[in-house]
């Protein structure tokens, strides 16, 4: 993208670097958080000193955030929003947010016009 050319997440005009990049919903980044925490639990007896304020904070945030709660179900949406080929970015602004019908979807990430 040029510098000239103006972002805009409505046409899917985010840069190139963000277009390829991973991106996760918030159900994948609290099983993420969650599993590091077991971890943290698992070789200290108190694992909360080990855990920084931040982690905390985004822990709570994604868990709050996160629609789905298990690994399978978590599975289950990516792999039927992948199936419409979107960019990561849909697929993750879809998946958190969770549309009911594809006329709201359309309205919440208007670049998926055509996919839907």
Do not use: H, W
Not at 30 to 55: E, G, H, T, Y
Not at 65 to 73: E, G, H, L
Not at 81 to 109: H, I, W
């Amino acid at each position: 993208m040029s510098e000239q050319e103006e972002e805009n997440a409505a046409e899917l005009k985010i840069g190139e670097e963000f277009l390829k990049a991973k991106c996760l919903m918030n159900c994948e980044v609290a099983l993420i958080l969650d599993r590091k925490f077991d971890q943290l639990q698992a070789m200290s007896s108190d694992p909360m000193s080990q855990v920084s304020q931040v982690f905390e904070k985004s822990q709570q945030y994604v868990k709050r955030f996160s629609r789905y709660k298990n690994a399978d179900a978590v599975r289950q949406v990516r792999e039927i929003l992948s199936r419409y080929q979107l960019a990561e970015f849909e697929l993750c602004v879809l998946g958190n947010l969770c549309p009911e019908t594809a006329d709201e979807a359309k309205a919440m990430v208007p670049s998926i016009t055509n996919c839907v």
